[in-house]
């Protein structure tokens, strides 16, 4: 009898270390494959990162050709008057008035066909502006980034229009927001 109970306790002894073993592995299996998972995703967000600006179109600006066209100062400008819009605010009570310029180049010396340009697109011109205005609230246009922001979306929004030349900077004057 005292045998059979020291065959039970190997027994037990022997499943008891396999158990602890098995649960070990499984451990590591999870780890490892936690970590492959971590390493995928951070490297498909890298490449996502990289083919992201090549995706646009050459007509369209990038953000950091918007930034570097709005450190530009134009060689030519065109007024495209005075704006006044309602604000996305709820109520509707806030308006937004602002003269706008554009800053341009021509390409090749094209200035008198850009300049054509601007007289058939205007209406075009102003629509796109508006709707961008329109959709703006009192708090996007508060600060200078704000608004720093407002005149790339701007750019980013007419260069396409344009086909002897482009918009490289927007002069904003006469600004209230009331």
Same mark, same amino acid.
Do not use: C, H, W
């Given at each position: 009898?005292?045998e059979?109970?020291?065959?039970?306790v190997k027994?037990?002894g022997?499943?008891?270390? /396999?158990?602890? !073993?098995?649960?070990?592995?499984? !451990?590591l299996?999870?780890?490892?494959?936690?970590f492959?998972?971590?390493?995928?995703?951070?490297?498909k967000?890298?490449?996502a990162?990289?083919?992201?600006?090549?995706?646009?179109?050459?007509?369209?600006l990038?953000?950091m050709e918007? !930034?570097n066209?709005?450190?530009? #100062?134009?060689s030519?400008t065109?007024?495209m008057? +005075?704006f006044?819009?309602?604000?996305a605010?709820?109520g509707?009570?806030r308006?937004f008035k602002v003269?706008l310029?554009l800053g341009?180049?021509p390409?090749?010396?094209? +200035?008198?066909e850009?300049?054509a +340009?601007f007289?058939?697109?205007?209406?075009?011109? @102003?629509?796109?502006i508006?709707n961008?205005?329109?959709?703006?609230?009192?708090?996007?246009l508060?600060?200078?980034?704000?608004i720093?922001?407002?005149?790339?979306? #701007?750019l980013?929004?007419?260069?396409?229009y /344009?086909?002897?030349? @482009?918009?490289?900077?927007?002069?904003?004057?006469?600004?209230? !927001?009331?």
């Amino acid at each position: 009898m005292a045998e059979k109970k020291e065959k039970k306790v190997k027994e037990k002894g022997k499943g008891g270390l /396999f158990k602890v !073993i098995i649960i070990v592995l499984l !451990i590591l299996v999870v780890l490892g494959l936690g970590f492959t998972g971590y390493l995928l995703l951070t490297n498909k967000n890298s490449a996502a990162a990289e083919t992201t600006p090549k995706a646009q179109t050459t007509n369209n600006l990038n953000s950091m050709e918007a !930034i570097n066209a709005l450190n530009q #100062i134009s060689s030519s400008t065109y007024s495209m008057d +005075e704006f006044l819009v309602n604000l996305a605010d709820e109520g509707g009570k806030r308006y937004f008035k602002v003269k706008l310029t554009l800053g341009y180049e021509p390409t090749k010396k094209k +200035e008198k066909e850009m300049a054509a +340009e601007f007289d058939t697109k205007k209406p075009v011109l @102003r629509d796109a502006i508006n709707n961008i205005l329109r959709s703006k609230k009192t708090t996007d246009l508060t600060t200078q980034k704000n608004i720093d922001d407002l005149k790339k979306e #701007i750019l980013t929004k007419i260069n396409p229009y /344009f086909e002897n030349g @482009r918009i490289n900077n927007i002069y904003l004057t006469d600004i209230l !927001i009331q």
